[in-house]
Structures are given as structure tokens and as C-alpha cells.
């Protein structure tokens, strides 16, 4: 499943624009791969994150994965929800299961995401 | 291009996620860890394990010669049993950790899928040429059938003989004309037997047992869930809690060391380590916040790293961090604080009994 009106990175997250805010999570595919997901780790509203580099971790339970920033900026929101269930990434990746608002700092970063279509592409779903 | 199991078309039908690990295309998982995990401790699953290695050890010259690799004692092992043994190198390290199984006259390792290459070789090589020491590990399927319904399952197939053997007794049984070899043995702290058989090319034996356990609500258990299983238990693994710079000393395992009898390769430097005291042991790891230890992982304590988590992981049945891993021995006693350190942060955790998980089936 891979919603037309979202960006995507080669990491498997997704990112909606609304303005100059970023709401950012992982795919459906990337729940999939990972499987039942147990723990997810956030940083704190007012951190800076930066386009390309980890800002958290999601885990399964034998596997760590990185959280990649799609876009530079400040977080504004992080979904306190998966603190006390971690499984909601894997029922709604797209919507209850947002993981973090940017508030995005350089709105060319934008320019180096993936379209849908080239999402599909890269996981093999032509 | 990695092994195959006899069975690997039957997890392809079954949807397993195929993975290549310790040289065999194996599944990881079919429904799902979680799943598959619960399934194992509230009813029964089939594991297909034909990556283990065999290794034989034929006649009294072998039995004599298999007794000198290991650290338990093999002479009291009757046929029809089998016991659990490290094999040590000349430091006391563990060269692998095993099941060894009496069959007739003859002896039988069942050793780590990872080691088998390397067990296989230090086997022959420190034993005399006259040995007779065949390696059938390629021919050889063992499934592994683990869970509190498993007697259930056995009476539903017509295996109802197998419900009174005792925990490590082995029995050989003839289904669709296949002769198998049955132990109650497993790794998972749940009642259960482990099957051996000579491999024809048949899936008779998986679908029987599946068959059998439909009612029961049987599912097939991929290695994803065989590590979270034990790990609940906490039983080392090879290459995590053990390796050759670990002795079984260190690991909990001195009860497999018997130390006053005929000479066995380590038991020198065994010897000599229970005269000194060990200077590292294995405890259990239970996470007081929010985070989950992983293997690597520091110990710590006031700021200063005394030791290193070898398996760390959610446990599915208890929902926690949980770990196990090496601190001095006078960090070791039950109940003492430490750190672990998780990504640049000290995460609070306790020393805590083993096994985690307390309410196994095994007999």
C-alpha cells in the first residue's frame, strides 16, 4: 500500500506536507518487513533533526532499525501514543502511527524525496 | 549457494520468510514471531531444525574416544538417553555446546548448525585414526514438535508410546515406514520431542504431525521464534552466551563439568579455574525502563563498564527488556543495579533469576 498523496525516502519513511510541516512515519512495507513492532524511540519536541540522519529507533522484537529524517527542521509533535503501544505502526503506518512533526527548515529538501510512483519502483511493486 | 532442508518446498507453501543462516536457506518465520512464540507455549508448533549437524561416534572406541571431548561424563550414559555437554579446547573454552545421545553401541552428537564444519574437524582431529567417526549431518532431518499439547498431538497420530518417556530418554518409532528416532528433548522449556530421521526426499513425517495437531491448533515455528523460546528460558546460545573464549564455568554450566573423572580435553584448565574463581559470569538481565537491551551492549556501573550483554531482546510471553549477559561474580548477586548502556544512554536494569520464564511444560 503505498498512498498517492504522500513523499517517500529509500528508507522506507513517508512525509506529508501540510505547509511547512512534516508529519513523518515508516510505510506499510517497512511494518511488514519488520514485523511485530515492540518499542519505538522518539526525541523530544524542540530537537533539530537533520535531512538524511537517524533521529530515533524502531524495533521488533529481534531486530533495531534507524528512523531517518526525511527533511531538516525542529520536531513540533511526537505521537506520545507508541510509547504505550508500539503496535499501532504496524495497524495504521499511515495515520495512527505517525511517529514526528517537523517543522521543516529548508523546503528543498523536498526536492530529494521519492513520488509514489518511485517508491513503488524501489520495493518491487510496479 | 546455501543448504536446502527436505521440507524446504513445504515452507515455501506454508509462506515462510526464507533466510540464509549457518550456511541453510531456513525459516525464519511463517505467521509471525509473536505469534508463532505464543503458539509454542500455550499449545504446540513443529520446527523443521534438519540445519543441526549428526555426528557419529561407532563402538566402544568411539564411545571411549567420544568421552574425551567432552566435560560430562558419557560412560553413565545408558542407551536410550542422551545428556547435554559442552566440548572444551585445551584453554577451557567451548568449542560448542551439544546434545550427546547413547544409541545402541554407538554415540551420537547432535551439534549447532553453526559449528558443524568446525566441530566435525576438531573431532577428527584429536581423535586416534582407528576411530570410526561418520558425519551424516547432510542426511539427517530432525524436526521438533514443542509445547504443553504435544502428548495430545502424539496420541492423535498413534505415537501414544512416546507419552510416558522421560525427560532426555529416546525411543525409535516406524511411521509410513520411515524410522524415527524420538527424544524428549528441546529448547524451548516447553514438553516436547525432537525426531530424527534419514533423509528420503519424504514430507510424510511434517504432514503427520501436522495433521495430527490441527486440533490442537499446531502451527509451523520458524528460527525467529526458536531464539526468542530459549532466550525466555535462558539457554545459551552458541556465538552469543558461549564461544571459545567462554568457559562453562562462566556460563552457568558447571553442572555439566565433572571434573573427578578420566581426563578430558580442558579439564586442566577447568581444573585450575575452579581453584582460582571464575573472573565473569552469566546472569540474567531484567530491564527496569523503557528500552530494549541488544547483544553488544555495555554494562555498566558508577559510570565504569564492567561487563557486556550476549542476548538481549523483547520477550514476547513476559512483554520486557530483557538480557543476559557477563559481570564480575561480585556484581552477580541477585537483585544488584546496573546500567545498560543503550545508545549512548545508561538504561536501569537488575540482576534476575534464570530462568525468565517459570511456567514451561517440560517434564
Redesign the interface.
Same mark, same amino acid.
Given at each position: 500500500m503505498v498512498p498517492e498523496n504522500l513523499k517517500y525516502t529509500d528508507q522506507h519513511e513517508w512525509v506529508r506536507v501540510e505547509g511547512d510541516t512534516a508529519t513523518v512515519g515508516i510505510t506499510d512495507y517497512a511494518q511488514h518487513e519488520l *514485523?511485530?513492532i515492540?518499542?519505538v @524511540?522518539l526525541p523530544l519536541a524542540g530537537t533539530d533533526v537533520t535531512a538524511r540522519k537517524a533521529f530515533g +529507533?524502531v @524495533?521488533? +522484537?529481534?531486530t +533495531?532499525s534507524d528512523l531517518f529524517a526525511p527533511v531538516s527542521g525542529q520536531v513540533l509533535a511526537v505521537n506520545e501514543t507508541l *510509547?504505550t503501544d508500539a503496535s499501532i505502526v504496524n495497524k495504521s503506518p499511515y495515520r495512527e502511527g505517525w511517529m514526528i512533526k517537523i517543522k521543516m527548515s529548508n523546503q528543498s529538501d523536498l526536492e530529494h524525496l521519492f513520488s509514489p510512483e518511485e517508491y513503488k519502483r524501489l520495493i518491487g511493486e510496479q | 549457494m546455501p543448504k536446502e532442508t527436505p521440507l524446504i518446498e513445504k515452507h515455501r507453501e506454508l509462506g515462510a520468510r526464507l533466510v540464509e543462516f549457518a550456511g541453510w536457506l531456513m525459516p525464519i518465520q511463517y505467521s509471525g514471531l509473536v505469534d508463532e512464540h505464543g503458539t509454542v507455549r500455550s499449545a504446540v508448533g513443529l520446527f523443521d531444525v534438519s540445519h543441526m549437524g549428526e555426528v557419529w561416534f561407532r563402538g566402544a572406541r568411539g564411545i571411549a574416544a567420544a568421552n574425551r571431548l567432552v566435560t560430562n561424563d558419557l560412560t553413565t550414559l545408558e542407551p536410550g538417553n542422551c545428556l547435554y555437554t559442552p566440548m572444551c579446547n585445551e584453554r577451557g573454552g567451548i568449542v560448542d555446546d551439544f546434545l550427546a545421545y547413547r544409541v545402541g553401541e554407538d554415540m551420537l552428537f547432535v551439534v549447532n548448525a553453526s559449528n558443524t564444519d568446525k566441530d566435525y574437524e576438531w573431532i577428527v582431529s584429536h581423535c586416534d585414526k582407528d576411530v570410526q567417526i561418520e558425519n551424516l549431518s547432510g542426511e539427517t532431518v530432525e524436526l521438533a514438535l514443542q509445547g504443553p499439547k504435544t502428548e495430545e498431538v502424539l496420541t492423535r497420530v498413534g505415537l501414544s508410546k512416546l507419552v510416558p518417556l522421560g525427560h532426555n530418554k529416546h525411543e525409535t518409532f516406524s511411521l509410513h515406514s520411515i524410522e524415527v528416532m524420538a527424544s524428549r528433548t528441546g529448547y524451548t522449556g516447553e514438553d516436547g520431542f525432537e525426531f530424527y530421521y534419514r533423509r528420503n526426499g519424504s514430507e510424510k513425517i511434517w504432514d503427520a504431525l501436522m495433521e495430527a495437531g490441527r486440533p490442537s491448533g499446531i502451527k509451523p515455528i520458524g528460527l525467529g521464534a526458536r531464539d526468542t523460546l530459549r532466550f525466555e528460558m535462558g539457554y545459551c546460545l552458541y556465538g552469543n552466551d558461549i564461544d571459545d573464549d567462554t568457559t562453562p564455568l562462566e556460563a552457568g554450566l558447571g553442572w555439566t563439568v565433572k571434573l573427578d573423572r578420566e581426563d578430558f580435553i580442558g579439564r586442566d584448565a577447568l581444573l585450575k579455574q575452579k581453584a582460582t574463581g571464575i573472573k565473569k559470569k552469566l546472569v540474567g538481565l531484567e530491564v527496569l525502563e523503557n528500552a530494549i537491551p541488544r547483544k553488544g551492549f555495555p554494562i555498566a556501573m558508577d559510570d565504569r563498564e564492567i561487563g557486556i550483554v550476549t542476548s538481549g531482546t523483547f520477550s514476547p510471553t513476559l512483554r520486557k527488556g530483557l538480557a543476559m549477559g557477563y559481570v564480575p561474580p561480585e556484581n552477580a548477586t541477585l537483585g544488584t543495579e546496573v546500567s545498560i548502556v543503550v545508545r549512548g544512554k545508561g538504561l536501569k536494569a537488575r540482576v534476575t533469576k534464570l530462568p525468565f520464564y517459570k511456567c514451561g511444560s517440560r517434564k
Open positions: *514485523g511485530d515492540v518499542y @524511540e +529507533v @524495533e521488533a +522484537v529481534k +533495531v *510509547g | -
